[in-house]
């Protein structure tokens, strides 16, 4: 049955013909050239037997002659059927139909895919489609076949999407023939696996399936004439899964590689890429060694002439493949030895063999290709040159050596070459495999089956008769498929079926492969010695000619036959078949390579243990077809009588084994099928030629489905579809809208009368093909029939309106006539009466202007006259007041005259009398001063004082002199210290040295400082007791218990550190063990290496022995004794020799340590051994080897034994011995790493001075050991002694309360001493500077780091160390007046003891009441008292400026110091990095060793700082409590008791202060709470927080209460606690919204929270740019001590991160809703968008599944749920617009994506619905007040995709619609317009013509050319959180019950 006949015999009846063939019907007719010719019926057809026709191409009229009424024509088609995604919903079902359909989707939509039923057809465009892109997986990814356009996407993702919901493998299986694109279609299915099954882990498995591409195209493809990159093998990829749907791995199985072309190609074709993409990389460095030519010089590459492939560039390509390699974990050297075993071939092919003497042939000695190919292989070029030309024959008791022919040694050649190249092909196949293995478990998988279509030529040899029986059987599983899912829809839907046949080529499959089937006779005839292609060919016709209807016997031919398979009946040449299927190569050229000395060339050629191997004889030479063989070519096999040798297993057999587990495997799976087609055989971009396209689908089993689908019932319709479209043919009464399939039934009853042509299902209606066409019809013929009725209402309504428009008219005229003349006559006696207005009007102004004049001139000439008579009475008037102004001065100047005369008499006779007065007082003051003279002699002690106090007075001027020259020192000092900042950048350059000396001087000044701070406390008697009160006693206890904690930390640490030590040596320790454990594994891989060397040694001596015999044998052969055995001639070479003694005796230099060593090439061949030597020689059997072996094993040993010396070495080393506990590190330590560190200047510093630290320690430890000791010795003479603080302290109050007050204790021996210690201190200091500037030389100092050498500047440093030095001076200087201030207080304190007898005895002549008897005591006493305190404070004053200077000063140097020490860490560390850069691996290690001990020696100087600091600590808090013990003993209990009366008052006056702020009740706006409380806290507030108690409460109440708490650490000052309130805030939130991603409301409510947040640490940080709103109270509640901005930009990026959660979470929803609701809902009434697709459904994967019903108010109720949500939780306005502006987008990117993969969404009743579902969408904008957020603009793509649907499409509307479609890109548009597809037949396809017209039009307006199809569906708008302050004051917040968070405490 053909597909001609087709729809005549199934489904037309005679009585049907008449009404279906009528003039004007539509039909196909047969053509030669173009297959099919669309024509119209010009007549009825009645049976005639011709009709008249016309083509629709060319308008010709021709007869159709009709041989037979059951052969009539194809129908077809309505237009608006063509272009469909499936073939098989085609109401006329036939080839015709399918090729036309085709060629318009390939030609006009340049559609490359389309359906056909369960098939996917793949037409290949010879041109790179932007179709296969990363965003277009993405959109095929979980839709259903179906629902997108047709791809080979959407085949991958129904075979994904099955095996990850039924866990059911799968299987894809790619045909066609050459050049069809099977290949890249495998490819891009493996890619897409590849990507939606990729794995989130590091493992990267799909990138090694993908990689093995370009490896298995460059080895397996080569250019054929219909095809440049053709795979030249089957292939079948297993892609494996795991549970969780990810790739774990990959296997592939190949089949049936085509050998013969490494030796041959046919012209215009090339050899295999391999070879091509060496000959382009010969130039490179590590291809020099294969000496490569260029391709047109080896022979193997030169026979098709055509080595370039247009648009390939073979080098790159290498490149491609060598990356493949790596990536698949190939080594470097397995690929240069792979590329090396090629190159050898491409030279072997260059060998000549000659025709020598007889029946022989020989190679020139001179050859270097075999030379080169010898060399590259490793193996014996003597022994390849024998062996190419000769073959050994074994018979029983001897071995014979025969000669080959010319002809019979170049087919040995070329079968040495296939085999060659055949096993490196396996073994990168295997080593493929065991790449994309995998260690998981592997639940499931997904096969890609990428194969060779049906192929006929003018020769078909064995190759295209295996492929064509590998395709018999694929057929037939592709048959048994398509019926099984067709029958299965007939039950799933119950209605009643016939069983429908199908073509079974099992008859064809049992003829290939039964028992004596063809390749069983095949074998059987390969068996046979003298086993021809012409016997075989005999048995065959003796067998199943007329027996087989598949096979046929050619007329004129005996040496061929015919096989009738599915697709067409092929000729097969027998010429070659035997030994194509034998497949042998000579053992001789097998054994020689068994024996290279290269191990991959060795392990090719291993014998494998193969259970399907069987025996058969040796020995004869392989034959090929493309090399022409001699007649008596087979002659070998007559002597091959006696010995076997092991053969494999034929081709044949070998083939249909593997062919087998195939079928088994796809069996197993779900298939899937992928036909390529090949649309021309020129390789021209699309390009549709009909006839080789026909031939294809008849060949890949389409047509077969079109036919199995065409019996039944290929066409399907929904009952709502099929009501929506066919309801205008039924009548009101049949229309029952609550049952819709009962309306249906009453529509078809009575439109189609026959039952049979249609059956109703569960939810379908199944028609016969043509039924739907003749709905068609019918609902076309009743539009026409409505339309005509309208026209003729419109065409009465235009005529009564036109006629109603004339009368009017009429009307209009005669009224607008009237009143024109109406208007003339009022016009005229308007312009009558202006004029007589106008005559009035110009006459009176003539007059006034006359008048005017006139009296302007008189009123001139009045005013002239007017003002001259009034300029005269002027001038007389000013006359007479200048006269009376000169008179007026005269007058006054003289009486001021006498005036001052008269004064100045007054004057002198006042002052005459006031003088005589004071010179009598004068004497009277004179008088009275003689008389006071004793008064001065009585009070001459109380005038020494005051000068004693005038020269206090003075020295305090000079102190105040001295203060202002420190001040001018300061001064100077500050400019050295601006000098000191602008070479702060040189000095971070510097070396660790500077660091170091400031350092030391730091500390000097520390102790200086101390030291002096102790003086003072014993100088200043009472000062020291005001500061060194009671309180210190009563804490010193708990101050020593902090400090043995502390104490105990830094030991513990120091452990620690010790121990982590100890960790890391033991780890480096491991690390050096493992090494050596490699080692020895190294060692014994060489020593297992070094047993196949013994055996390849074996080999390589049989095949010498061999060639020896050869050489030997005077007439080609000679017999071998029959008293040698086997065993002595392998074990020969195994003997020791008298080289290899030599060998033994020579240095480990010149020893053979392997192949291609100096030993191993300069070593000669052994001697040939004659049959005497081997006997003598039996006795020693492997001696040489023995003794190789036992050498290797003591250089093994004595490795070994260096590796363990090392490794304890490294072990002594590594742990040094605590020598002395006091140093950091032990001598031996400092001298190992000193011996490791050679190198490292900057360690070796940090050693020396961790030297020099460790002796100031022992030095300062002894120090402090005697002065212990002292003051031990002191307390034991004295007897006093205070053990415990508490004692001091009860003491203390005991003596306070039983000792009476005693006399002022005398301090003079205390002070001397104090002077003395002073002395000593100094001369210790100057000693230890000396020692300094002796050991550390700043001129000749140590050793500098390289970055210390390259930015130092001497002389700088050397002006820094002279500043430091000045300063230790001054220090020095102001000790030394310390000490005289100290020895004039103890002269003061000796003069205080004056009593007031002294001075009477002194002054008054003994008489004490004299001394005081006018108060005058009292009076100087006051009088210095109020000197002394205004010099008091002038001295305090002058100090606190002082240290106040003196602080900022150390800050900045500290500031300085800190920046020069990170600078110089930086230095080390970039010096550090670079060194390691430069270094080898050890030398990096051996740097990382540096580094580590650098940095523990710094932190274990660090934490013995803090330990001394501590000691010191504790050593002054002793000598403390000796001095009150001192003081106590001594009696000066009144003033410890005064001081702490005092004490008492200040702690008494402070509670007090605390009592008042206690008392202030007012709520400030703060939540306080414990540090423990801190985890309720967040648990509380954020974790147990839900959305509902949220919503009850003040929006934003979370995020208030944690600023609250903020607050109070801030007004605390614990940095500590807001720093983890903090970060476990920002914790909590991010752990919540993980947790709850899926709970809308929740991540909702914290996006408005940490929003909030954000803000409330914006309003209140005390920034002015965030308190222009705020109230003066919350001004007041603003941050005073914290700077919170970093954390501010952390809480900012949380809330991005929580909205871009929240977005996922929303796009995750609507995603489903977005396709329904905007393109498939139809919110118009009565506009249909749906047209008769068929309804076949796509996807098996959703069959069972209920589908919820989607629609646009699903989607607008979900977009009000997420308004509503944001709105309750008080979400700021402008974060909705963003988000509304998002998911615009996303529904409107989605929404055109689809719509751009979706041909029945592109029409103009969809565009219709489209745009009215999206103003409901922009509608919902407006009503919500979000038309401002920019996401109405978001939707502008769709929105004018929608529009371009609507539009019209004439030439005339080029430029509208560029204009109009502004956001669209070209490709969209133009994709669009290609996917439009008419709806009715009222409506018009878009020409071609026109499309083309808008692509250049857009390419000149749109300068850059944007050719994106799809929109990125996952960009993101930028998010931003403008400022929005609160009004809320934080004092008027309450925090709730409901929170339960009872432990905040309100401050």
């Not at 949380?1694 to 995603?1711: G, N, P, R, S």
Request: with cysteine; net charge neutral.
């Amino acid at each position: 049955m053909t597909s001609a006949d087709l729809y005549v015999q199934t489904f037309l009846k005679e009585s049907e013909i008449g009404q279906v063939y009528v003039k004007g019907a539509r039909i196909w007719v047969p053509d030669a050239e173009n297959v099919w010719l669309g024509a119209e019926l010009l007549e009825n057809y009645t049976g005639q037997k011709k009709i008249k026709i016309q083509l629709e191409d060319n308008g010709e009229e021709r007869e159709f002659e009709i041989k037979d009424k059951k052969r009539l024509p194809h129908l077809r088609n309505p237009e608006i059927l063509i272009g469909e995604n499936d073939l098989t919903s085609l109401s006329y079902l036939n080839e015709p139909e399918v090729l036309y359909n085709l060629k318009v989707r390939f030609l006009e939509s340049n559609c490359i895919y389309t359906y056909c039923g369960i098939v996917l057809v793949a037409i290949n465009p010879y041109e790179q489609l932007p179709i296969y892109g990363n965003e277009l997986i993405q959109m095929y990814s979980g839709q259903d076949m179906g629902t997108m356009d047709p791809h080979i996407f959407a085949v991958a993702e129904e075979a994904f999407k099955l095996m990850s919901r039924f866990d059911k493998n799968q299987s894809i299986i790619v045909s066609g023939e050459s050049g069809a694109g099977k290949t890249v279609s495998a490819k891009y299915a493996m890619r897409y696996f590849a990507m939606v099954g990729g794995s989130q882990k590091e493992t990267q498995v799909e990138q090694k399936v993908l990689a093995s591409n370009p490896i298995m195209e460059a080895i397996g493809n080569a250019k054929t004439t219909r095809n440049d990159n053709s795979s030249r093998f089957g292939k079948y990829i297993e892609i494996s899964f795991n549970k969780n749907n990810e790739i774990i791995g990959a296997h592939m199985r190949t089949y049936l590689l085509e050998k013969s072309r490494v030796v041959y190609q046919a012209a215009e074709e090339r050899n295999y890429h391999i070879f091509y993409q060496l000959c382009a990389s010969k130039d490179l460095p590590e291809f020099k060694k294969y000496c490569l030519l260029s391709p047109d010089d080896f022979y193997y590459t030169s026979h098709g002439q055509a080595p370039e492939i247009d648009g390939v560039d073979d080098g790159e390509d290498l490149v491609s493949v060598r990356e493949a390699f790596t990536m698949l974990g190939i080594s470097e050297k397995d690929q240069m030895m792979i590329f090396q075993i090629q190159s050898a071939v491409l030279h072997f092919g260059n060998v000549k063999i000659r025709e020598a003497d007889g029946e022989s042939s020989e190679i020139k000695k001179d050859d270097k290709h075999l030379t080169i190919m010898c060399k590259l292989l490793g193996i014996e070029e003597s022994q390849m040159r024998m062996w190419l030309c000769n073959k050994k024959i074994v018979t029983v008791g001897e071995v014979l050596t025969k000669p080959l022919t010319l002809t019979q040694a170049s087919f040995a050649q070329d079968a040495l070459a296939k085999h060659i190249y055949a096993q490196i092909f396996d073994w990168i196949v295997e080593k493929i495999n065991k790449a994309l293995q995998s260690g998981a478990k592997s639940t499931k998988f997904i096969g890609v089956l990428d194969i060779y279509g049906f192929e006929t030529f003018e020769i078909n040899s064995f190759e295209q008769f295996c492929i064509n029986y590998a395709n018999e059987k694929l057929q037939q599983i592709f048959n048994m498929h398509v019926f099984k899912l067709e029958q299965e829809e007939y039950v799933r839907e119950a209605i009643e079926w016939s069983f429908i046949d199908f073509y079974d080529n099992q008859p064809c499959i049992d003829l290939i492969e039964s028992k004596l089937g063809i390749l069983d006779l095949l074998d059987e005839e390969c068996k046979m010695p003298k086993g021809s292609d012409e016997n075989w060919c005999q048995k065959l016709y003796d067998k199943h000619l007329g027996k087989a209807k598949h096979f046929e016997k050619p007329r004129m031919s005996r040496s061929a036959f015919i096989i009738n398979h599915f697709a067409d009946r092929v000729e097969y040449q027998a010429d070659g078949f035997l030994e194509k299927n034998r497949d042998t190569v000579l053992e001789e050229n097998i054994n020689i390579l068994r024996a290279s000395e290269f191990e991959l060339v060795a392990e090719l050629f291993e014998e494998k243990v193969d259970p399907n191997e069987k025996k058969s004889r040796a020995g004869s030479a392989t034959t090929h077809p493309l090399r022409q063989a001699p007649k008596g070519g087979r002659g070998s096999n007559k002597k091959t009588v006696g010995s076997q040798q092991v053969q494999k297993a034929t081709v044949g057999d070998q083939f249909r084994e593997s062919l087998h587990k195939l079928m088994e495997t796809l069996n197993a799976t779900t298939p899937h099928y992928i036909r390529c087609i090949k649309p021309n055989d020129t390789k021209e971009a699309f390009i549709f030629e009909p006839k080789r396209a026909v031939e294809q689908l008849r060949a890949c089993g389409v047509l077969e489905t079109i036919r199995i689908s065409a019996a039944g019932y290929p066409s399907r319709w929904t009952y709502p579809e099929f009501f929506q479209r066919y309801r205008v043919l039924a009548g009101s009464k049949d229309i029952n809208r609550s049952d819709q399939r009962k309306t249906c039934e009453n529509v078809l009853t009575k439109v189609i009368q026959d039952p049979d042509k249609y059956r109703f299902g569960k939810t379908k209606i199944f028609f016969r093909a043509g039924q739907v066409a003749y709905l068609e019809k019918l609902r076309s013929d009743k539009l026409k029939a409505c339309g005509i009725m309208i026209q003729k209402h419109v065409k009465g309504w235009l005529a009564r309106r036109r006629y109603q428009r004339i009368i009017k008219s009429i009307t209009l005229l005669q009224k607008y006539g009237r009143g024109l003349l109406a208007r003339r006559h009022a016009k005229f006696l308007r312009e009558t009466f202006a004029a007589t207005r106008i005559q009035k009007h110009w006459k009176g102004y003539k007059a006034r202007s006359h008048y005017i004049k006139v009296r302007k001139a008189t009123v001139i000439i009045q005013s002239a006259i007017r003002g001259f008579f009034g300029r005269i009475l002027f001038k007389k008037e000013l006359h007479e007041h200048r006269a009376i102004t000169i008179q007026k001065l005269v007058r006054s100047w003289l009486a001021r005259k006498r005036y001052k005369r008269v004064m100045r008499g007054i004057v002198l006779l006042q002052s005459h009398f006031r003088r005589r007065r004071a010179k009598k007082e004068l004497k009277q003051l004179k008088i009275e001063a003689k008389s006071v003279e004793h008064i001065k002699n009585v009070n001459k002690g109380l005038e020494n004082k005051i000068i004693q106090l005038q020269q206090k007075l003075d020295a305090k001027n000079k102190e105040g002199m001295t203060i202002k020259e420190q001040e001018v020192y300061i001064k100077q000092l500050k400019t050295e210290m601006e000098k000191l900042r602008s070479s702060s950048e040189e000095a971070k350059k510097s070396s660790n040295k500077i660091t170091d000396l400031i350092q030391q001087i730091k500390d000097l000044q520390e102790e200086l400082s101390k030291e002096r701070e102790e003086k003072q406390v014993l100088i200043s008697e009472k000062e020291e007791l005001v500061k060194e009160h009671t309180q210190v006693l009563s804490k010193m206890a708990e101050e020593k218990c902090k400090l043995k904690e502390e104490l105990e930390e830094a030991n513990l640490k120091l452990q620690q550190q010790e121990t982590s030590t100890d960790d890391v040596l033991k780890r480096k320790l491991e690390e050096a063990t493992q090494q050596l454990q490699a080692e020895f594994d190294s060692e014994r891989g060489h020593h297992q290496r070094l047993v196949k060397e013994h055996a390849r040694l074996q080999q390589r001596f049989e095949n010498l022995q061999s060639e020896m015999q050869m050489v030997t044998s005077p007439h080609g052969h000679k017999r071998t004794p029959s008293d040698i055995s086997a065993i002595s001639l392998e074990s020969y070479t195994s003997s020791a020799s008298p080289d290899e003694v030599k060998y033994e005796e020579e240095g480990p230099e010149d020893k053979d340590q392997g192949y291609g060593t100096k030993k191993k090439k300069k070593a000669p061949a052994p001697p040939v051994p004659t049959a005497s030597a081997m006997e003598k020689e039996m006795k020693d059997v492997d001696v040489g080897l023995i003794l190789r072996l036992q050498n290797k094993m003591k250089e093994i040993e004595q490795q070994k034994t260096k590796l363990e010396e090392r490794l304890r070495q490294y072990e002594d080393e590594g742990h040094p011995q605590t020598g002395n506990s006091d140093a950091v590190i032990s001598n031996s330590a400092f001298d190992a790493l000193k011996q490791q560190l050679v190198n490292a200047d900057d360690v070796q510093l940090v050693i020396k001075l961790q030297k020099r630290v460790a002796e100031l320690e022992m030095t300062k430890s002894k120090l402090a050991d005697e002065l212990d000791e002292r003051d031990d010795e002191d307390e034991e003479k004295s007897g006093f002694k205070i053990t415990t603080p508490e004692y001091a302290y009860n003491n203390l109050k005991r003596m306070n309360g039983h000792v009476d007050k005693e006399p002022p204790y005398d301090n003079k021996e205390e002070m001397q001493e104090l002077q003395n210690e002073n002395d000593k201190l100094k001369r210790e200091v100057n000693k230890l500077m000396k020692s300094i500037s002796e050991n550390v030389s700043f001129e000749k100092g140590g050793t500098n780091s390289p970055a210390g050498k390259e930015f130092m500047d001497a002389k700088k440093i050397e002006d820094q160390v002279k500043v430091f030095r000045d300063q230790f001076t001054a220090m020095a200087d102001e000790l030394d007046r310390r000490r005289e201030e100290c020895l004039q207080l103890r002269a003061m304190l000796a003069e205080k003891s004056i009593t007031t007898h002294a001075i009477a005895k002194e002054s008054y002549g003994g008489n004490d009441d004299l001394v005081n008897e006018d108060n005058e005591l009292a009076l100087a006493y006051r009088t210095q008292k109020e000197l002394n305190r205004l010099l008091e404070n002038q001295l305090q004053k002058t100090e606190k400026d002082i240290k106040k200077k003196e602080e900022k000063l150390k800050r900045e140097i500290k500031e300085l110091k800190t920046e020069n020490e990170a600078a110089q860490k930086i230095i080390n560390q970039f010096n550090s990095i670079t060194r390691n850069l430069q270094l080898g691996p050890e030398a990096k290690i051996e740097a990382t060793m540096q580094h580590e001990i650098t940095r523990l020696t710094s932190e274990n100087l660090d934490l013995r700082e803090k330990a001394d600091k501590q000691a010191d600590q504790i050593r002054k808090m002793k000598k403390m409590l000796k001095v009150y013990a001192k003081k106590l003993k001594d009696g000066d209990v009144a003033e410890i008791e005064a001081e702490l009366e005092k004490d008492d008052k200040q702690k008494k006056t402070e509670d007090n202060v605390a009592t008042v702020k206690h008392l202030d009740r007012t709520y400030m706006g703060m939540l306080e709470y414990k540090k423990e409380d801190e985890g309720r806290l967040i648990k509380c507030l954020i974790m147990d927080l839900k959305p509902k108690v949220a919503q009850g409460l003040l929006p934003g109440l979370p995020a208030y209460i944690l600023f609250m708490c903020v607050r109070h650490t801030d007004y605390i000052n614990d940095d500590e606690k807001v720093r983890t309130l903090l970060t476990n805030t920002i914790n909590g939130i991010k752990k919540c919204v993980k947790k709850h991603n899926k709970e809308l409301e929740r991540v909702i409510l914290w996006l408005a929270n940490t929003c909030r947040l954000l803000h409330t640490l914006k309003q209140y940080s005390g920034e002015k740019t965030f308190q222009s709103e705020n109230t003066s109270r919350q001004n007041e509640h603003c941050l005073r001590n914290f700077d919170l901005s970093e954390y501010r930009q952390v809480f900012s990026d949380l809330a991005v991160w929580i909205f871009q959660t929240m977005i996922k979470y929303m796009e995750e929803v609507i995603q489903p809703m977005v396709v329904p609701a905007v393109l498939e809902h139809e919110a118009i009434a009565g506009l249909s968008a749906s047209k008769p697709s068929g309804m076949r459904g796509r996807s098996s994967s959703t069959q069972d599944e209920d589908v919820r019903e989607l629609s646009l108010d699903t989607l607008m109720k979900s977009l009000n749920k997420y308004n509503q949500v944001l709105s309750q939780h008080a979400v700021d306005p402008e974060l909705v617009k963003q988000v509304f502006r998002q998911l615009y987008y996303y529904i409107g990117s989605n929404a055109l994506n689809n719509l751009l993969l979706r041909k029945d969404m592109c029409n103009w009743s969809k565009g219709m619905q489209i745009r009215y579902n999206l103003s409901h969408l922009e509608q919902w904008l407006r009503d919500n007040k979000l038309n401002e957020s920019g996401a109405q603009s978001t939707l502008e793509p769709i929105t004018q995709a929608s529009q371009l649907l609507q539009a019209r499409k004439s030439e005339a509307d080029v430029d509208s619609i560029c204009e109009m479609c502004s956001k669209l890109t070209t490709a969209q548009i133009v994709k669009i317009l290609n996917l439009y597809t008419p709806v009715d037949e009222f409506e018009e396809r878009v020409p071609i013509s026109f499309i083309r017209k808008i692509q250049e039009r857009l390419k000149s307006t749109k300068k850059e050319e944007d050719n994106t199809l799809l929109i990125d569906t996952k960009y993101s708008f930028p998010v931003t959180f403008p400022f929005n302050p609160s009004s809320l004051t934080l004092d008027s917040i309450d925090v709730p019950e409901a929170l339960h968070l009872d432990f905040l405490t309100r401050v």
